[in-house]
């Protein structure tokens, strides 16, 4: 069983005020992990720092092999991450800004066409620039760039956040079908019912520290779900 | 790196056409400047025909700033540096694309105020090589400075001051020279000029050189 | 990264101060008293034996050590927040240094050629470099985490010891190939054939100027280290805090 994830009491400080005091977290490959807890538990910051944002001032943190305590960057071509800002230009189209990001993370323009269909954000939305979507609409098109990046890694901050109900059973879907594809998938989210349908374990965060549901379980067999 | 860079420049340039801030903002401002200067030198014809250059100059110099400071603000208006760090592109290929593009948008806004100085001004354009160099050179030192110095306040409170307290003194030396190579220029001197170019050559390489080399370090802030 | 302690009020820094006022108040007899007006200058000489010793202070004790420690923090090999503190510190006593010079300078000026600034080579790359350190604590007051905020002083402060020849020189040259006739040809006041009591007197004043930018050195970066370690020990409090946040909620 390898790790995706290996963290062992990871301090992360967001200038000087300890986001992560202290985490101790396994994630295996293909595992879908759903983690909860309150505001302000941390749960932002442990996403931000797998992805390799943010700095780790003491501890081991290891992601998809690499030692992110001596090298972030390496590790970000490798990992989807969906943050609270959008990481899109408003100027720009949606299909611009898929393309952009497909191609600055090595995959093709075909992937983000694709991308775009599985998300629904063809025919005329391709064309229109960001800042005149809807909130949701911005969202999928998110969404669209992790999945044209086809990460190893999802890294999903309250995914469902802004989505209608179309928009969240396509994300469930595709979180299935990554995970099917061997891919890892850590999401925090406070929608637990939904969330806990597609995670195949949970975690808790609380105070910095991930405080149940600690280590990794071989991942439960789903039924692969196909994105239509 | 090259790679990146074109495909930062590309989106840098496409973001611009699209917004259209440059075009709407930026260059009747540089105008306008151009235009209140005249007024306050009492458009003196001779007045004016001498302090062209410098005014020129000073005058693209802070337009570019205006261009710097757009070209970090668009990076996602919550964290600058996220995305940027996020795409996994090389640091020394998004300097290199930004600079482009700034520096494209410098040189398209510096044929609208040479335009601007021989039609107010009544400066006749001598020497054309002379300057066409020099506007390359500056306008290159110019981005490639900014954008080392932009990445540096991006996303800071304190940017819209911090830049130009960073940026001004490093960039006086090429502000001198062009203005005196392009002074050359005008007055038939051209053989004045040359020396300046060569010095703003150097200036540009260094700054690009420093740029490629500590823009992804600086990028790298948690 | 751990800072090393440097201690002050140790018989070494003790003796250090003493020597330093000892020489300082020397150097304002000889400066004020013993020494003789000049021929050109008359009594206004006696302000150049303040403006040389905090110029030289400056412009190559203060900055270059800035610079230097910049450039160690930098290097993988010698990196420590000891070199991070001490090229702040020392930038802090540079920019007043060369505030003061400036100043005195701007005033011996006024006295001498009346006029209060000129724009000669030397000068205009004195107002730069004031500019650039500047902006080098500005961007040290930037708040982020020690080791992203000290690299980043680090870089700035080795671009602005880059600019400084580049100006020197662009300015050096506008103004021989301008070839302003002037009167104020300052090469030949500032560097008169100076020689008995007043070139002593100079010289006293550059060591004890060098003793009390190693004794104000030392102090401004014990205060540092001390914030620094404060700081550290704020963290694991916060810390602490955090965790107890897990056991409430």
Excluded at chain 1, 30 to 51: H, S
Excluded at chain 1, 165 to 173: K, M
Excluded at chain 2, 53 to 61: E, I, K, M, N
Excluded at chain 3, 124 to 141: D, E
Aim: charged share 20%.
């Amino acid at each position: 069983m390898t790790l995706a994830v290996r963290l062992r009491s990871a301090v992360s400080l967001l200038g000087r005020f300890p986001a992560l005091a202290g985490v101790d977290l396994d994630v295996a490959e293909g595992e879908v992990v759903l983690v909860q807890g309150a505001n302000g538990a941390g749960k932002t910051t442990l996403l931000r720092a797998c992805a390799g944002l943010a700095a780790f001032a003491s501890g081991e943190a290891e992601v998809l092999g690499h030692d992110l305590r001596r090298d972030r960057k390496a590790v970000r071509r490798r990992i989807g991450l969906l943050g609270h800002a959008t990481f899109l230009y408003d100027d720009l189209t949606v299909a611009d800004n898929l393309r952009f990001a497909a191609r600055a993370a090595g995959a093709s323009a075909a992937s983000a066409d694709e991308a775009m269909t599985a998300l629904g954000l063809d025919g005329r939305l391709r064309e229109v620039a960001v800042a005149k979507l809807s909130a949701g609409q911005r969202r999928r098109a998110a969404v669209a760039v992790i999945v044209a990046r086809r990460p190893d890694l999802w890294l999903l901050d309250e995914p469902h956040a802004g989505l209608d109900a179309a928009g969240r059973d396509l994300l469930d879907a595709l979180v299935r079908g990554a995970a099917t594809r061997g891919a890892t998938v850590v999401l925090a989210s406070h929608e637990l019912d939904r969330a806990a349908a597609i995670a195949s374990r949970t975690v808790t965060m609380a105070g910095g520290q991930v405080i149940g549901g600690l280590l990794a379980r071989p991942a439960p067999t789903m039924e692969p779900v196909h994105v239509a | 790196m090259w790679r990146d860079a074109a495909l930062v420049a590309g989106k840098d340039l496409r973001v611009e056409a699209r917004s259209r801030v440059a075009i709407n903002q930026v260059v009747p401002f540089a105008l306008l400047v151009l235009v209140v200067f005249a007024f306050a030198l009492d458009s003196d014809r001779d007045t004016l025909t001498r302090v062209g250059p410098g005014l020129f100059w000073v005058t693209v110099l802070f337009s570019g700033l205006l261009a710097i400071q757009r070209s970090f603000v668009i990076e996602a208006s919550d964290d600058a540096r996220d995305a940027l760090r996020l795409s996994g592109l090389d640091g020394a290929g998004i300097f290199l694309g930004k600079a482009l593009a700034v520096a494209v948008q410098l040189v398209a806004l510096e044929a609208v105020l040479t335009v601007g100085v021989v039609v107010l001004y009544n400066v006749r354009l001598h020497d054309p090589l002379l300057l066409v160099l020099t506007a390359l050179a500056t306008t290159v030192g110019l981005a490639a400075a900014g954008t080392v110095y932009g990445i540096i306040a991006a996303g800071l409170r304190v940017r819209d001051t911090l830049l130009p307290l960073l940026v001004l003194p490093v960039l006086a030396p090429a502000l001198l020279a062009s203005a005196r190579a392009c002074e050359a220029a005008l007055t038939g001197a051209p053989g004045d000029g040359w020396p300046w170019v060569r010095l703003l050559f150097v200036f540009a390489t260094i700054y690009v050189t420093f740029g490629v080399v500590a823009f992804g370090p600086l990028l790298e802030e948690a | 990264m751990t800072t090393p302690p440097v201690r002050v009020g140790t018989p070494t820094t003790r003796i250090l101060g003493w020597l330093t006022a000892v020489s300082l108040a020397l150097t304002a007899v000889m400066a004020l008293v013993v020494s003789p007006p000049d021929v050109n200058m008359q009594d206004s000489v006696r302000l150049l034996y303040l403006h040389v010793p905090t110029a030289w202070l400056a412009m190559y004790v203060s900055f270059g050590v800035t610079t230097l420690a910049s450039v160690l923090y930098l290097w993988k090999r010698t990196r420590s927040r000891f070199w991070d503190l001490t090229a702040g510190a020392s930038a802090e006593i540079g920019v007043l240094f060369l505030g003061l010079t400036l100043l005195i300078g701007s005033i011996w000026g006024r006295i001498t050629w009346g006029v209060w600034w000129t724009w000669d080579a030397r000068l205009t790359t004195t107002a730069v470099l004031f500019v650039l350190y500047l902006g080098y604590l500005a961007v040290r007051k930037v708040p982020a985490t020690p080791e992203v905020a000290a690299r980043r002083s680090a870089i700035v402060a080795v671009a602005a010891f880059l600019d400084v020849p580049i100006v020197h020189q662009s300015v050096e040259w506008w103004r021989t190939l301008h070839q302003d006739a002037t009167i104020l040809d300052e090469r030949r006041l500032l560097d008169p054939q100076i020689h008995g009591s007043m070139a002593w007197t100079l010289l006293l004043g550059v060591v004890a100027f060098t003793l009390l930018y190693c004794w104000l050195l030392a102090h401004r970066f014990q205060l540092a280290a001390l914030e620094d370690r404060f700081a550290d020990r704020q963290l694991q409090v916060a810390i602490d805090e955090r965790r107890a946040e897990a056991v409430t909620s």
